[in-house]
């Protein structure tokens, strides 16, 4: 009985000198760490789905600042139109929108084409195809254009070259707007949020 405890005092000795001997060595020195390795596209580029006015928006090199936001709603789905200005007066709108993946569309206004309303349009050389059309509710931020809330009919259409065309009628505002759309990836766009004040 005498020789166990020895064995389990001599056992419990070794394990506490191997626990103490362990805290007292020097942690291993961290190595090189990748700074971009577990950010994601947003974290780099900024994320589009919070543009607001005052952000500035750089899409293959051209700097555009955003001048004010549509938030959309249709059902349960929503999305967010982005009115874009450069310093030489260009303007533009940015659609981004999640269905299921993010989609980023740059819209130029395109006076001259003709009317909405059948299945197929023929613009530019291209034929476009209606993908879809409905009534969505929107809401105007900072300087849109239109009134601070609405309701908008559109009809958008899509060529074999995945180019868009849209149509825009904003009824009580008295706005309509036809425009063709290219849609962006990602990468091409930088977005500096304005600073919180």
């Known amino acids: 009985m005498l020789v166990l405890l020895i064995v389990v005092l001599v056992v419990a000795g070794v394990a506490l000198f191997l626990t103490v001997r362990k805290k007292n060595e020097p942690a291993a020195a961290p190595g090189p760490v990748d700074p971009f390795a577990d950010k994601d596209s947003d974290a780099l580029r900024g994320d ?3 543009l607001k006015a005052g952000d ?15 938030r959309l709603k249709e059902g349960g789905y929503q999305w967010s139109e ?6 030489r007066g260009t303007r533009r709108w940015l659609s981004v929108e999640e269905d299921p993946d993010l989609e980023l569309v ?13 299945t197929e349009i023929e613009h530019d050389g291209k034929t476009f195809r ?3 059309s409905g009534r969505a509710q929107y809401v105007s931020e900072a300087t849109t254009g239109l009134t601070p809330s609405g309701s908008v009919a559109y009809h958008d259409y899509v060529a074999a070259d995945d180019t ?17 759309g290219q849609v962006l990836h990602r990468s091409a766009i930088m977005i500096y949020p304005q600073s919180p004040n």
């Open 164 to 180: 868009r065309l849209s149509f825009e009628d904003f009824g009580e505002s008295g706005k309509k707007e036809a425009a063709v």
């Open 130 to 132: 209606l993908d879809e």
């Open 56 to 70: 500035i928006v750089d899409i293959f090199g051209e700097t555009y600042t955003v001048r004010g936001s549509l």
């Open 48 to 50: 589009p789905r919070t």
């Open 82 to 87: 982005h009115l874009l200005d450069t310093a």
């Open 106 to 118: 740059l819209w130029t206004e395109t006076p001259g084409v003709p009317a909405a309303g059948g």
